[in-house]
């Protein structure tokens, strides 16, 4: 019997592992390469002795005008009538003006009533055939 012909030469299993292998590594190696470079690209530069002066000028100044903007009175909107009062001013205002809960309520009722625009239309009584 004859042999029959194999047109295409046989290859060693372990020259397309290796392949693979070499394959796979380099794509690794390209993964790690980007992530080097983005973490160099992306890095923002170092503070210098001047900048961090800077900003802890900058916290000290916004920290003094919380706390004076806490502390002490001051008009927001004066057109509008509206001023800023320490907590505790605030609480103790509103208790020597009103000192029943229910006048209270019923006055903050009608303020809300009058600061609100007009109440929303009523939801539909049943609901649409589409729906």
Known sequence: MKKPMNP???QCKCAAGLAYGVAILGAFL???ALV???RH???PAPLNANRAAERAKALAELRASETEA????GWIDAGKGIVRLPIA??????TDRWP????LRSNLTARVEKAMPAPPPPPPAQP????
């Open 70 to 73: 806490l502390n002490n009175a």
């Open 41 to 43: 690209y992306t890095q």
């Open 128 to 131: 649409s055939a589409f729906e």
């Open 30 to 32: 390209i993964v790690a």
């Open 89 to 94: 001013e605030a609480m103790r205002i509103v």
């Open 36 to 38: 080097w470079a983005m």
């Open 100 to 103: 029943d809960p229910a006048v």
């Open 8 to 10: 295409q030469p046989t």
